[in-house]
């Protein structure tokens, strides 16, 4: 991997990790779900992209999360 997956505090993320959301976030395609700063994330993935990974939460299946607003729990 010539890039790391880093939080929005610098530190570096991988496969399976727990992260918690810095800002509250809308949903497009949700039907107006919005994550609530705070929010614990669980069990996340990487994505080919330096910049995003993938979760799962309670309202929404599949999500893509920027890194910039997520910081490891």
């Keep these: 991997m010539s890039e790391d997956t880093r939080d929005s505090n610098g530190a570096i993320l991988a496969d399976g990790d727990s992260v918690t959301l810095v ?9 107006g779900v919005t994550l609530k ?6 069990k996340i993935r990487l994505t080919g992209d330096p910049d995003e990974i993938e979760a799962n939460v309670d309202k929404v299946r599949g ?9 490891k729990a």
């Design 23 to 31: 800002k509250d976030l809308k949903v497009k395609g949700s039907g």
């Design 63 to 71: 999500l893509v999360l920027r890194t910039e607003f997520v910081k």
């Design 37 to 42: 700063r705070g929010t614990l994330v669980k």
